[in-house]
């Protein structure tokens, strides 16, 4: 019963939520109470079930990683809820917003659940779409672009995945996706199935090069719109990469170097290009970019082989949720300045110096568990460059670090308000808080094979107050942080942009609208070109009357015409039709 309240419960929220009128708080209890289901499948281990009436018979289960990302999906969703209710309240389409945000919310439910292709392909595609409603809310012209430009990746995102998945269940002969990776380990086309699927659900993830709707669509979207965007949603592009990738039963080192190398391009060159913009939910939508580049990294790991899946899925699972919680934190964060004075800022700028530190992996956070495990299993893989990778992994710490105190930089500028704020607009954000990073090193989730693995014999504390791993995740932090500090201290060296970004958010879009605009000129010339020779030539049909009136051409024509009725001339064609038709059809 558990399985369907998950999905249910959340339907009913978007439709209930929905008819509220506006100025209430409601709203935010009603999405909390729809996310119980899942935070429990999320702590409590519950056996699977089977709908032989749900699609082509549906089976709803979940496995370790599945477990972790559905926590994760489960605080985030009542976290932004609850915000939503004081957030919205006065919103005209409220009642819009909430419908969308209920509908997305089941959808990502859904496919976490759902262990075979034909559910899981639904879910995503609902929360794939309704999502659109989120991003389009306020109807501005930027949130109307971003929308269209989501829409449209979504849809070619779709037809790729929807590809992959069919070739996968073919291949497999089942619908179940556990089915699914060992089949594609040993079929000859398993790594084009793989690849169609790495683009399809690369589009979720925000991979190079199909990631320039996401810095428009996150900051288009209000505060927990974007918190689940990124924190939670973003995350189903990597469950999907996870039901296809055969990690610990085959080595394909191509397409293992592809996703490493794609994962470092993001990891790096999204963190730099997020310190030309202005907007801070910009310049968090950039992190993100480069935050899914190294969960990228850590399943191109796997694809060389020698690395158990039952290790490596669940550290990817882990490095999820820190993110995950972190960056939901920061975007919720965003709407803070604004409206916090007094003395609740200082819990406001401690709780965003939180954030900041879990995400770049800092001493003493879920962070800095997360990115030693990248670091392990890195440094004991195969793959060819992974000491060059190593390197890159903690060039990568401090490039996050100068993005994220750039990103503090920014919010630093907005003015407080008079007053102090309402306690019910900060407790989702500090309920958030503390729900964060830490659990990836609760014992409700960390499999006890992969602390075993990492830690040895010493146990999960010893690690983390064990000072050379902390001295090896503070250096590269404090390197950012003094760069960013050197760089606002002096005027000469102080280069940010202060009121318009530097390079264009969706940088790759940009390139993408020139080509298409170039494109259209040239075509529009050549029609041009075209419509003025005809017009030259006074019409087609003025050409074929003026041959026709032709002397010539009526003499040629009726010696034809006289050759076409002698009989020889007839048997001849005839005989050849039906020798050429018998030929074909014996």
């Known amino acids: 019963m558990i399985w369907f309240l998950t999905i249910v419960l959340p339907l009913l929220a978007a439709i209930l939520a929905a008819s509220l009128p506006a100025g209430r708080r409601w709203t935010g209890l009603i999405f909390v109470s729809a996310t119980m289901p899942a935070l429990w499948l999320g702590l409590v281990e519950v056996s699977g079930v089977s709908a032989q009436w749900f699609l082509l018979e549906g089976h709803f289960s979940l496995d370790t990683p599945r477990r972790i990302i559905l926590l994760l999906t489960g605080i985030l969703w009542a976290a932004a809820g609850l915000f939503t209710g004081s957030y919205l309240k006065d919103d005209a389409r409220r009642g819009e ?84 990776p060992p089949a594609l380990a040993e079929a000859p086309n398993g790594p084009f199935i793989f690849l169609l699927g790495l683009i399809g659900f690369g589009v979720k993830v925000g991979a190079i090069p199909l990631y320039f709707w996401l810095p ?7 505060a927990p719109a974007s918190a689940v965007l990124s924190g939670a949603m973003i995350k189903a592009g990597l469950v999907g990469w996870m039901h296809l990738a055969p990690v610990g039963l085959v080595e394909w080192s191509s397409m293992s170097l592809l996703m490493v190398s794609l994962g470092f391009a993001a990891a ?27 969960m990228t990294v850590l399943l191109g790991i796997g694809l060389y082989g020698g690395i158990p899946a039952g290790l490596l899925l669940p550290a990817i699972a882990l490095y999820a949720f820190n993110h995950g919680t972190a960056k939901a934190l920061l975007f919720m964060g965003t709407a ?35 990115k030693y495990l990248v670091k392990t299993f890195l440094g004991e893989s195969s793959l060819p460059g992974a000491k060059t990778f190593l390197l890159l992994l903690t060039l990568s710490a401090v490039t996050t670090t100068l993005l994220l105190s750039r990103f503090l930089h920014l919010l630093h500028k907005i003015k407080a308000p008079s007053g102090n ?51 090896s995740a503070l250096w590269p932090i404090t390197t950012g942080a003094i760069v960013m500090a050197f760089t606002l201290k002096f005027a000469f060296f102080n280069r940010w942009p202060a009121k318009k970004p530097l390079l264009p958010p969706g940088d790759f879009l940009h390139i993408i609208i020139m ?58 064609g005839f005989f050849i039709f039906f020798l050429t038709l018998f030929l074909l059809l014996r």
Do not use: C
């Open 97 to 180: 917003f909430s419908f969308y945000f209920g509908a997305a919310m089941a959808g990502n439910f859904g496919l976490l659940i759902s262990a075979e292709v034909a559910s899981f392909y639904t879910f995503f595609a609902l929360m794939t779409f309704s999502s659109y409603g989120l991003v389009i809310h306020t109807r501005t012209p930027s949130a109307r672009q971003a929308a269209r430009i989501y829409v449209v990746m979504a849809i070619i995102g779709e037809l790729f995945l929807i590809t992959a998945l069919y070739l996968a269940v073919q291949s497999s002969g089942s619908m179940l996706l556990a089915d699914i």
């Open 421 to 471: 704020v309402s306690p019910a607009f900060l407790l989702p954000w500090v309920l958030l808080l503390l729900a964060g990073g830490w659990w990836t090193m609760s014992p409700a989730l960390l499999p006890t094979e992969l602390m075993s693995y990492i830690t040895k014999e010493k146990g999960i504390m010893a690690f983390f107050w064990n000072l050379f791993t902390n001295w």
């Open 515 to 572: 080509l298409g605009n170039l494109f259209a000129k040239l075509l529009q010339k050549a029609i041009s070109l075209l419509d003025s020779g005809m017009k030259s030539l006074q019409g087609p049909e003025k050409i074929f009357y003026r041959l026709s009136d032709d002397k010539r051409t009526s003499q040629i024509s009726a010696s034809a015409e006289s050759l076409l009725r002698r009989w020889e001339f007839a048997g001849i």
């Open 216 to 222: 428009l669509a996150h900051p288009a979207a209000p």
């Open 336 to 370: 803070l300045p604004a409206k916090i004075g007094g003395s609740w800022r200082i819990l406001m700028w401690a709780g965003l110096g939180i954030g900041v530190l879990a995400i770049a992996g800092g001493p003493l956070t879920g962070g800095l568990w997360t």
């Open 268 to 294: 790096l060159g999204a963190a730099i290009y997020g310190l030309t913009q202005v907007d801070p939910k910009t310049n968090l939508a950039y992190s993100s970019i480069s935050q899914m580049g190294v």
